[in-house]
């Protein structure tokens, strides 16, 4: 089965240090690629996609994310973190199966807690 | 252009009883789909429904069932509570699912119900 692998549960920076969630998936074929955001108490915001256009993609709030096929993965970086980009953050897939089905669902990892230090 | 709307946002319940939680999706999107969200289990997919029919189901009991109505309004229901369901339920909701390009799809997240066992 399909699945996504998020490296490291928490991670923590200091304010205006760079800013890199790890994301692995494990398909042979490439998927579609998401990441998303949560803040407290909401739901989960589009951050960016990967939709097998350009392999690096920009997404909001200086977000952007490279997919490399050769080593599976689509890490999520930022140059310089601010103190409003502390949330929890999800790295999600919509697999091959689920695209041929017209299947709108997704396969989320376990999530990355990112705290921005002052 | 109003987002997905959940509600209720918050209910505590005791064991065995039976809870119906309601999602509105964005205006024009067809397709709903319906997620728990653990500390433990993170995200886990439920059921999606397009055009007032599941399309997929996760991996829950039969007590967790949902319906789609005409207006693409969604419901979802969990009878016998146990403990374990205590979670926030997420709704998101998507353009149609069918064709080449709906793999790119973006779910759009509400906010969620907080939903307690007791």
């Known amino acids: 089965a399909q699945s996504v692998t998020q490296l490291g549960s928490h991670v923590s920076v200091s304010e205006g240090a760079l800013v890199l969630l790890r994301c692995n998936y494990s398909s042979s074929v490439p998927p579609y690629l998401f990441w998303y955001v949560q803040y407290p108490n909401q739901g989960l915001q589009l951050l960016l996609k990967y939709t097998s256009a350009a392999t690096l993609v920009k997404g909001i709030n200086g977000f952007e994310a490279e997919f490399k096929k050769s080593e599976t993965s689509f890490h999520l970086t930022k140059p310089s973190a601010h103190m409003s980009d502390a949330a929890e953050y999800f790295c999600a897939v919509r697999t091959a199966p689920d695209i041929i089905q017209g299947a709108q669902k997704l396969v989320f990892g376990q999530g990355t807690r990112l705290t921005i230090n002052p | ?118």
């Open chain 2, 1 to 118: 252009k109003a987002g997905v709307t959940q509600t209720p946002r918050y209910l505590i319940k005791t064991r065995g009883q039976q809870v119906t939680l309601s999602c509105s999706p964005i205006s024009g999107h067809r397709s709903v789909s319906w997620y728990q969200q653990t500390p433990g289990q993170g995200l886990q997919f439920l059921f999606e429904y397009f055009s007032e029919t599941q399309r997929n189901k996760g991996n829950f009991p039969g007590r967790f069932s949902g319906r789609q109505f005409s207006n693409s309004r969604s419901e979802m229901n969990v009878s016998t509570l146990e403990l374990g369901d205590s979670a926030l339920y997420l709704c998101a909701s998507s353009l149609d699912g069918r064709g080449p390009s709906s793999g790119a799809n973006v779910l759009t997240f509400g906010a969620g119900s907080r939903l307690t066992v007791l």
